[in-house]
């Protein structure tokens, strides 16, 4: 069955970088985009952006250009979003989601970032 | 971008009652539409993609609709675990944008 498996929940100091992951399992780790999407209690949901695990191509939303940055390492059937110069404006819960079926059909199970000093 | 007007932003509605949730697109995104249920501290699940196609294991009562740049999430016979936040996407052109949600109680 496919599973997308993310990392723990992080605490991280304003200014600094996280590297959240999404480990992929159940299912040809190229075959499918991987996406990210932000979601917060006032913003509701944001998408991010947007990787081709086979190409490692990407596409961004302008408002997370310089902000999220997206990879994969194919070895593992993982992918990545790294977030730089963090604000408190970045806390908030971090999806990755697989584009099949013409709609994300496979979520993870969410990891929640925290930017505190 | 593409805006997606959602509405409304909750509701209340009574066991095996009907209820309808809509949204608007700015612009032409043709049937690149999906639907989302988003239940307390889970992450969102598909439930209608290409705008009227059932995703997998979805149930029967759960329906999709389009007219023109409006898209229609249509619930019948509303059970107790249709709680929650529901949500439409719009994958036509990034970027991709979701409408902002609707909260669904049951009475």
């Known amino acids: 069955q496919v599973q997308l498996q993310q990392s723990g929940a992080e605490l991280v100091k304003p200014g600094t970088s996280v590297k959240l992951s999404c480990k992929a399992s159940?299912?040809?780790?190229?075959?499918?985009?991987m996406n990210w999407i932000k979601q917060t209690t006032g913003q509701g949901l944001e998408w991010i952006g947007i990787?081709?695990?086979?190409?490692?191509?990407?596409s961004y939303n302008v408002k997370f250009k310089g902000k999220a940055t997206l990879t994969v390492d194919k070895s593992s059937s993982t992918a990545f979003m790294q977030l730089s110069s963090l604000t408190p404006e970045d806390s908030a819960v971090y999806y990755c989601?697989?584009?099949?079926?013409?709609?994300?059909?496979?979520w993870g199970q969410g990891v929640m970032v925290t930017v505190s000093s | 971008d593409i805006q997606m007007t959602q509405s409304p932003a909750s509701l209340s509605a009574s066991l095996e009652e009907i209820v309808t949730i809509t949204c608007q697109a700015s612009?032409?995104?043709?049937?690149?539409l999906s639907w989302y249920q988003q239940k307390l501290g889970k992450s969102p699940q598909l439930l209608i993609h290409s705008a009227t196609s059932l995703a997998d294991g979805v149930p029967s009562r759960f329906s999709g609709s389009r007219s023109g740049t409006q898209y229609s999430l249509k619930i019948n016979r509303l059970q107790v675990e249709d709680t929650g936040i529901y949500y439409c996407?719009?994958?036509?052109?990034?970027?991709?944008?979701f409408g902002s949600g609707t909260k669904l109680e049951i009475k």
């Open positions: 989601a697989r584009y099949g079926n013409s709609g994300f059909d496979y």
């Open positions: 990787i081709n695990p086979g190409s490692g191509g990407t």
């Open positions: 159940g299912y040809t780790f190229t075959s499918n985009h």
């Open positions: 612009q032409d995104i043709g049937n690149y």
């Open positions: 996407l719009q994958h036509y052109s990034a970027p991709l944008t």
